[in-house]
Structures are given as structure tokens and as C-alpha cells.
């Protein structure tokens, strides 16, 4: 029987030891950290090649806290383009924002997510 591919999912992020943490902790739940785009600043282009050069095909792109929301938004333009380009039908921008991390914690940040990845992709 073959087993599901995992969710892909690309991180744009300026802290790779809390990737490294969300990553371990939603792997066995069938979705994997594709790549870590470390932008700073950030860069449209840089967000759009990246999408296209990673496979298994991104379905989230997860936005560390250290982004604004200015560019949280620029992150949904590029994504959904992207979507649209490439017939991506299921997909999310996730934001960390510092009002949940000083919610959860660095610790409850990969619980987290794996709860908003859950909420989009009903499982």
C-alpha cells in the first residue's frame, strides 16, 4: 500500500531552531518542513522561486514572528498566485504572530501549528 506524501510546507523564518521544533513535532502527524527561506529583507521573488523550486509542491507557507503583517499579506498575494499557477487547490498562509507566541510560548509554538494545519486540512 503507498503511504500519503506528506504536506509540504515551505517556512519563511528568521529562527531555524523553532522550524527544527514545528517540524519534528508535526512530521508524524503527515506534514514536513519542505524548505526554510531565510529573508531578511524580505524579497517577493525570493518567495515565488522558492515555491516553485521545492517538491514534493508547498501547501502552507508557516510566517514567523519576525515578519509584520504587511508582509504576512504579500505572503498570501504570492502564494495565491502561486496556487493558481501550479492548480494548488488546498492551501494556507500561517502566521505566527507575537501575540500567540507570547500566548503559547517558544515550547507550545509546534502544537500550535499542528492545530491550524488540522483546521485547514481537516485532519
Same mark, same amino acid.
Given at each position: 500500500m503507498a503511504s500519503r506524501v506528506p504536506i509540504s510546507? !515551505?517556512? !519563511?523564518?528568521?529562527?531555524?531552531?523553532?522550524?527544527?521544533? #514545528?517540524? &519534528? /513535532? #508535526?512530521?508524524? /502527524? =503527515? /506534514?514536513? #518542513? =519542505?524548505g526554510i527561506l531565510e529573508a531578511s529583507p524580505f524579497?517577493?521573488?525570493?518567495l515565488a522561486l522558492a515555491l516553485r523550486l521545492l517538491e514534493p509542491r508547498? $501547501? *502552507? *507557507?508557516? *510566517?514567523?514572528?519576525?515578519?509584520?503583517?504587511d508582509v504576512t499579506d504579500q505572503v498570501r498575494d504570492v502564494f495565491s498566485q502561486y496556487a493558481r499557477e501550479v492548480?494548488?487547490? &488546498?492551501?494556507a498562509v #500561517?502566521?505566527?504572530?507575537?501575540? %500567540?507566541? &507570547?500566548?503559547?510560548?517558544k515550547d507550545g509554538i509546534p502544537k500550535? %501549528? !499542528?492545530? $491550524?494545519? $488540522?483546521?485547514s486540512f481537516g485532519q
Open positions: 510546507i !515551505l517556512s !519563511l523564518s528568521q529562527n531555524r531552531s523553532v522550524v527544527r521544533l #514545528i517540524g &519534528d /513535532y #508535526i512530521h508524524s /502527524y =503527515g /506534514y514536513t #518542513i =519542505g524579497s517577493t521573488s525570493d508547498p $501547501q *502552507v *507557507v508557516l *510566517v514567523g514572528k519576525g515578519y509584520s503583517e492548480g494548488t487547490k &488546498d492551501g #500561517i502566521k505566527i504572530s507575537a501575540k %500567540v507566541f &507570547d500566548e503559547v510560548g500550535w %501549528v !499542528l492545530g $491550524q494545519l $488540522q483546521s
